[in-house]
Nanobody
Framework: QVQLVESGGGLAQAGGSLRLSCAAS??????????MGWFRQAPGKERDFVAS????????SYTDSVKGRFTISRDNAKNTVYLQMNSLNSEDTAVYYC?????????????????WGQGTQVTVSS
């Protein structure tokens, strides 16, 4: 019943940009009760933290490899979280997942997230 639906993935050239969206529905509390995060999983790799954002959007956290290139944001009126990805490179190729955490922090571990989307593929060509 809880649904996190990612969209916006696809193919981009190195140096290009994509914007991912994650629309939430069916959450037991209002959307602002949740910190939101993005994770990604490349072929043969573990699922890794990418970015997180607090309830209001006033605080964010990023993994080092995407700092300065990616921006996480949210529109609470639309129950949607975004990941703007610029200056893409081949190492960004992965399935990207959004997740919701019932936390006041900016968790970077998957065990802190209660709900997960199905993922969207991002492929960056050289």
């Amino acid at each position: 019943q809880v649904q996190l639906v990612e969209s916006g993935g696809g193919l981009a050239q190195a140096g290009g940009s994509l914007r991912l969206s994650c629309a939430a529905s069916g959450l037991p509390f209002t959307f602002t009760a949740y910190a939101m995060g993005w994770f990604r999983q490349a072929p043969g790799k573990e699922r890794d933290f990418v970015a997180s954002i607090n309830w209001s959007g006033g605080a964010t956290s990023y993994t080092d490899s995407v700092k300065g290139r990616f921006t996480i944001s949210r529109d609470n009126a639309k129950n949607t979280v975004y990941l703007q990805m610029n200056s893409l490179n081949s190492e960004d190729t992965a399935v990207y997942y959004c997740a919701a955490s019932f936390s006041t922090r900016l968790p970077a571990t998957s065990t802190d997230y209660l709900y997960w989307g199905q993922g969207t593929q991002v492929t960056v060509s050289s």
